[in-house]
């Protein structure tokens, strides 16, 4: 069994002022391999603590960790640490061999996107037609755990694709390929108390600033530090990409 901690990065209005991009990333992990992650992601936690005062209950979110708000407000970080911090989260995920990382990003600029439906929908759809590709090669099966705030868009969209799932033929037309690997609807926990979760925000939020940064995040080099991922990203999710983020359109 698999589980998949999923969060976002961006906002999933049209308005591309706000953020160009809108992007998924999900944290898989075996659940024999979930115990033994969880104390090395404590571990990683406490050095934390150590260095910058990070509590171990903080809420580690990337937007609050840029910004100096949320649980970073009173630890008054600057620049050098912020990036410290994120260098650190993406060196931990790097080497952490327990877990492979689905990135889903939307190009919400695109002339292609079609021009009804919402952008989330989108993302979630190919995020859970690719878990589903990749449980399949593996025979095995998988649950989603999602931030707060799409558990009606997901367990809608799991639900009508366990029954009705075309998928585009290399030959022309479409095919069924409903879910089966996917096991039951997916289901939310706050990033307040799920440190897997936490590590999926700040994935996607990496993985968005790949194509959707300022000036200021590429001074810092901050845009640049989902490539030290990538031995942990699901390359064969997209044959398009060297780093195996699927792109839509």
């Given at each position: 069994?698999?589980?998949?901690?999923?969060?976002?990065?961006?906002?999933?209005?049209?308005?591309?002022?706000?953020?160009?991009?809108?992007?998924?990333?999900?944290?898989?992990?075996?659940?024999?391999?979930?115990?033994?992650?969880?104390?090395?992601?404590?571990?990683?936690?406490?050095?934390?603590?150590?260095?910058?005062?990070?509590?171990?209950?903080?809420?580690?979110?990337?937007?609050?960790?840029?910004?100096?708000?949320?649980?970073?407000e009173k630890?008054?970080?600057?620049?050098?640490?912020?990036?410290?911090?994120?260098?650190?989260?993406?060196?931990?995920?790097?080497?952490?061999?327990?877990?492979?990382?689905?990135?889903?990003?939307?190009?919400?600029?695109?002339?292609?996107?079609?021009?009804?439906?919402?952008?989330?929908?989108?993302?979630?759809?190919?995020?859970?037609?690719?878990?589903?590709?990749?449980?399949?090669?593996?025979?095995?099966?998988?649950?989603?755990?999602?931030?707060?705030?799409?558990?009606?868009?997901?367990?809608?969209?799991?639900?009508?694709?366990?029954?009705?799932?075309?998928?585009?033929?290399?030959?022309?037309?479409?095919?069924?390929?409903?879910?089966?690997?996917?096991?039951?609807?997916?289901?939310?926990?706050?990033?307040?108390?799920?440190?897997?979760?936490?590590?999926?925000?700040?994935?996607?939020?990496l993985a968005?600033?790949?194509?959707?940064?300022?000036?200021?995040?590429?001074?810092?080099?901050?845009?640049?530090?989902?490539?030290?991922?990538?031995?942990?990203?699901?390359?064969?999710?997209?044959?398009?990409?060297?780093?195996?983020?699927?792109?839509?359109?």
């Amino acid at each position: 069994m698999y589980i998949a901690y999923v969060d976002e990065s961006g906002d999933p209005g049209r308005n591309t002022r706000i953020t160009k991009y809108f992007t998924l990333s999900g944290i898989i992990v075996a659940d024999s391999n979930w115990k033994p992650f969880l104390d090395r992601v404590k571990a990683f936690r406490k050095g934390l603590k150590k260095d910058f005062g990070l509590t171990l209950k903080a809420d580690l979110r990337a937007v609050d960790l840029w910004h100096n708000s949320g649980d970073f407000e009173k630890l008054n970080l600057n620049y050098a640490d912020r990036r410290r911090i994120f260098r650190k989260t993406a060196e931990f995920l790097r080497f952490s061999q327990e877990v492979a990382i689905l990135n889903v990003s939307i190009n919400k600029g695109s002339p292609q996107l079609p021009s009804t439906g919402k952008i989330s929908g989108i993302a979630w759809t190919m995020f859970l037609q690719r878990f589903e590709n990749w449980l399949v090669a593996r025979q095995e099966l998988g649950i989603v755990v999602n931030d707060e705030g799409y558990e009606k868009l997901t367990r809608m969209l799991s639900r009508r694709m366990k029954v009705y799932n075309p998928i585009p033929s290399h030959y022309g037309g479409y095919y069924q390929s409903p879910l089966v690997k996917i096991i039951e609807d997916p289901f939310s926990r706050r990033s307040q108390y799920s440190y897997f979760v936490q590590l999926a925000d700040i994935s996607a939020y990496l993985a968005r600033l790949r194509h959707n940064h300022t000036s200021r995040q590429a001074k810092w080099g901050i845009h640049k530090l989902y490539k030290r991922i990538k031995p942990r990203y699901i390359l064969e999710a997209s044959k398009k990409d060297n780093y195996g983020f699927v792109i839509y359109p």
